[in-house]
Each structure stands twice: as C-alpha cells, then as structure tokens.
T-cell receptor, first 117, second 115 residues
Framework: GAVVSQHPSWVICKSGTSVKIECRSLDFQATTMFWYRQFPKQSLMLMATSNEGSKATYEQGVEKDKFLINHASLTLSTLTVTSAHPEDSSFYIC?????????????FGPGTRLTVL | AQSVTQLGSHVSVSEGALVLLRCNYSSSVPPYLFWYVQYPNQGLQLLLKYTSAATLVKGINGFEAEFKKSETSFHLTKPSAHMSDAAEYFCAVSDGVEYGNKLVFGAGTILRVKS
C-alpha cells in the first residue's frame, strides 16, 4: 500500500516550453502533497505544499508563476514548469501525506528527471 | 526553525561491517524523525521513523536508529552491511502541524559497501 506514481519519469524539452508533471497516490487519498526539487548530489528542497481544493503554499524563493501547482483531487497533483529554461533542469520528486495519518509520514514518488535544452 | 545535520557526506564500509550514519537535529518542539534511502534516479523509501514512542526504532532491511534527546541525535545503524545497502541516506525532521507538516532533510550521506 501507499504507492505514489509520477509521470513522466523523464522529459526533455526545449527552452521556453512548458512541462507538466503528474503525481498520483494510487491506493490512498492524499489531502496534502509536496513537491521537491533535487539538484545533482544535493538534498531535497521543498518547493511547495499542495492541499486538495486550495492554493498551494510556496516556499520562499520559489516563483509561483513559474511553477504552477494544481491539486484538483485527493489522488492527483500536477506541477507545471512554465517557460522552462536550462536552469530548471533538475530531478522533481513529489510526496503525498495520507488522509488521517499522523506523524507526518510522506510517501514519495519515483521522481521526474527534467532536462531543458 | 528546524534543521538536520548529517555528519559525513560519504561513508565507506566493508561488506559485513557495522554501518553507522550520523544525524543530529534541531527542533524547538518534540520532533518526528525519519530516515529515508534513495537509490540512483529513484524516489525516497522510508526506512524508519521516530514518533515519540520507543526511543529505539527498528526499520526495514535490518536498520535501526536510536533517538537520544540529550544529544539531539538520531543515528542510523545496521550490524552487518550488505552490498545492496549501497545508496544515499537522508535524515529528516518534522514537528507536526506547527510548521505545516513539512519535512526538512539533511544533506544526505552516500554509503558505499566494499566487497
């Protein structure tokens, strides 16, 4: 149980285009999903917290107009990187917190490798 | 504010030897603590968690960690390393609703297991 999927697993795009990444909780409902960014050989940095049916909360320094987050249902959150540039190339990981769970346990997706040319 | 410090960005052990990965935390309230493992190009898998119950926590794959409040530590250990343990390990802290259930991660420790 508690499986989180991400799609696509990797994507290559041209500079200036937009890319959408999906995060799904497959066997549980997630009222809260989190989006992280991980640069090579670095730790995960929280970008935003997404609650179902409400606007995402972005961490300081993260451009909300560039990284659009939608959490339309209890099993799906999407991250859209708008007008992507090479510096946006990174590994994006989502996680989901199950409804009713305590202890803040988050279940992580397998990640999406974004390369912007 | 919360923070996590992992001592040693790289740890190398021989197969069968003790694994010790160090984690110290800072939190203004009683913390929840986690250890995650990440294999290359994959997401994170939870190894174990401390949630204010027993101070010695046992996790998957033979790992365990001990919460020591006086030392603000949550070191991860495994008695005998296996080649399949080679991966990157992250310690994380959360203190519940007060900070929006966020996890703050340490910088990670890459574990290398020599045959």
């Amino acid at each position: 149980g508690a499986v989180v999927s991400q799609h696509p697993s990797w994507v290559i795009c041209k500079s200036g285009t937009s890319v959408k990444i999906e995060c799904r909780s497959l066997d549980f409902q997630a009222t809260t999903m989190f989006w992280y960014r991980q640069f090579p050989k670095q730790s995960l940095m929280l970008m935003a917290t997404s609650n179902e049916g409400s606007k995402a909360t972005y961490e300081q320094g993260v451009e909300k107009d560039k990284f659009l987050i939608n959490h339309a249902s209890l099993t799906l959150s999407t991250l859209t990187v708008t007008s992507a540039h090479p510096e946006d190339s990174s590994f994006y990981i989502c996680s989901a917190r199950a409804s009713g769970r305590t202890y803040n346990e988050q279940f992580f997706g397998p990640g999406t490798r974004l390369t912007v040319l | 504010a919360q923070s996590v410090t992992q001592l040693g960005s790289h740890v190398s052990v021989s197969e069968g030897a003790l694994v010790l990965l160090r984690c110290n935390y800072s939190s203004s309230v009683p913390p929840y603590l986690f250890w995650y493992v990440q294999y290359p190009n994959q997401g994170l898998q939870l190894l174990l968690k401390y949630t204010s119950a027993a101070t010695l926590v046992k996790g998957i794959n033979g790992f365990e960690a001990e919460f020591k409040k006086s030392e603000t530590s949550f070191h991860l250990t495994k008695p005998s390393a296996h080649m399949s343990d080679a991966a990157e390990y992250f310690c994380a802290v959360s203190d519940g609703v007060e900070y929006g259930n966020k996890l703050v991660f340490g910088a990670g420790t890459i574990l290398r297991v020599k045959s």
